[in-house]
């Protein structure tokens, strides 16, 4: 069964940094693609950014453009870890939102859109303080 739990949201002044985790469990998941959106209420879940691997032990990451420059993906495939990092740096009052990580299985779609995610977490909020 597979499981995705997130972890690392909080509260945050404007202009400061949180680091969210998601670790996977139930399967190998170096060939997935593992992404983050985020979701406000009364809005549709948003794309923030994914990794995907593009043969070997070459990931290609891919952001928002609302989060470029200010925010990092990365993954640990190492054994019984697979987890993905999301590193927010300068974050803003409009980041704030209900983050959720998500693996899309290879070549199943445009990574942007959610619908090409198979497994989802519970999520974790961020709250961005003015």
């Known amino acids: 069964q597979v499981q995705l739990v997130e972890s690392g949201g909080g509260l945050v002044q404007a202009g400061g940094s949180l680091r969210l985790s998601c670790a996977a469990s139930g399967r190998t998941f170096s060939s997935y693609a593992m992404g983050w959106f985020r979701q406000v209420p009364g809005k549709e879940r948003e794309f923030v950014a994914v990794t995907r691997w593009s043969g070997g032990s070459t990931y290609y990451a891919d952001y928002a453009d609302s989060v470029k420059g200010r925010f990092t993906i990365s993954r640990d495939n190492a054994k019984n870890k697979n987890t993905v990092y999301l590193q927010m740096n300068s974050l803003k009052p409009e980041d704030t939102a209900v983050y959720y990580c998500?693996?899309?299985?290879?070549?199943?779609?445009?990574?942007?859109?959610?619908?090409?995610?198979?497994?989802w977490g519970q999520g974790t909020q961020v709250t961005v303080s003015s």
């Open positions: 998500a693996l899309a299985p290879p070549g199943k779609g445009w990574l942007p859109d959610s619908r090409s995610y198979d497994y």
